[in-house]
């Protein structure tokens, strides 16, 4: 089972497989953001976004080889795969910003981070990832397009996905350490930092698939190829491939979004949920930063300006 052909065959076969999971999970946090409004908070927002760009990522590997062969074909998925991977990174990126300004007592206007962060994402970072198109860097690697094996596309690869795909983990990881620590924290009730908990989970999903990625591209260029590193290839980016499924799991184990989905009473807006307006203006002490639409995110203040109310 060590021919190219069958080699070829399997990939594309787990990879398409693992790809309709990430596909389908992303359509399933696309579809249950818009069918609950109660789910429209900052935090299922960006997450509604990130499923975005986790859905097309995935559809690319639908691609049979002999089609990605036709150049255009190939560029185009090159670009939305590499593009996408890096778009998704940056909104699970916001999400940790955001809750570390409200954490660390400076102002969080939620709006324009959006904002700004969609300009960027959408307007902007797309160019980056056209520029290897100068160099024509671009092409077929195995069953997948993305940077070339020689120099320009290995300093593609580098400036265009790995360095800043780890910078944004490393931010991600300080921006949550500094959170988990910090005193207003004991602010928060107990339901919140459950969900806190969970909305690290998305980032950690980012660092098992960057360090798998990276260990792969460090086999790919110290060892000679294998039987077995084809496999662990395939494996790898079968896990890649199925980022919108890992997502959803987390997703849809989230104790509000269950929860919702189930048909219990739950309103934000009249004391039911966890977190209320009417419990934070009687105590002050209970601020739910994401589950429902507090203070903190609506008015763009900080924890320490909310506890003197």
Not at 155 to 165: A, S, V
Not at 224 to 241: H, K, N, Q, R
Request: hydrophobic residues 45%; glycine residues 4%; positive net charge.
């Amino acid at each position: 089972m060590c021919s190219y052909d069958t080699i070829e065959n399997v990939s594309f076969y787990v990879e398409a497989t693992s790809a309709l999971l990430g596909v389908g999970g992303a359509l399933c946090i696309i579809v249950s953001y818009l069918s609950y409004k109660n789910l429209r908070t900052f935090y299922f927002r960006i997450l509604f976004y990130i499923s975005i760009t986790d859905g097309l990522k995935g559809a690319i590997f639908f691609i049979p080889a002999n089609l990605l062969k036709i150049t255009e074909i190939c560029i185009i998925s090159a670009v939305t795969t590499n593009y996408m991977t890096m778009a998704s990174s940056i909104w699970t990126l916001l999400i940790s910003v955001i809750i570390y300004q409200a954490t660390a007592n400076s102002s969080v206007k939620v709006e324009k981070y959006i904002r700004n962060w969609s300009i960027f994402v959408f307007c902007i970072m797309p160019f980056f990832y056209l520029l290897p198109l100068s160099t024509n860097s671009f092409g077929l690697i195995d069953i997948n397009c993305t940077f070339k094996e020689n120099i320009d596309g290995n300093l593609w690869r580098l400036g265009l996905f790995y360095i800043p795909g780890w910078i944004m983990i490393f931010i991600s990881f300080y921006a949550y350490n500094k959170v988990f620590k910090s005193s207003n924290l004991e602010l928060v009730d107990e339901s919140t930092k459950t969900l806190l908990k969970k909305v690290t989970l998305y980032p950690l999903v980012i660092i098992i698939l960057f360090t798998l990625l990276s260990i792969l591209r460090i086999l790919m260029i110290t060892i000679p190829e294998s039987c077995a590193l084809e496999y662990f290839s395939t494996a790898v980016m079968g896990i890649y491939a199925a980022h919108g499924f890992w997502n959803a799991m987390i997703f849809f184990t989230t104790p509000s979004v269950q929860i919702l989905i189930c048909k219990r009473k739950m309103s934000f807006s009249s004391g039911k949920s966890s977190v209320t307006y009417s419990s934070q203006a009687s105590s002050g002490s209970n601020i739910n930063l994401l589950d429902c639409p507090s203070l903190l995110i609506k008015e763009s203040i900080s924890l320490k300006d909310y506890h003197k109310y």
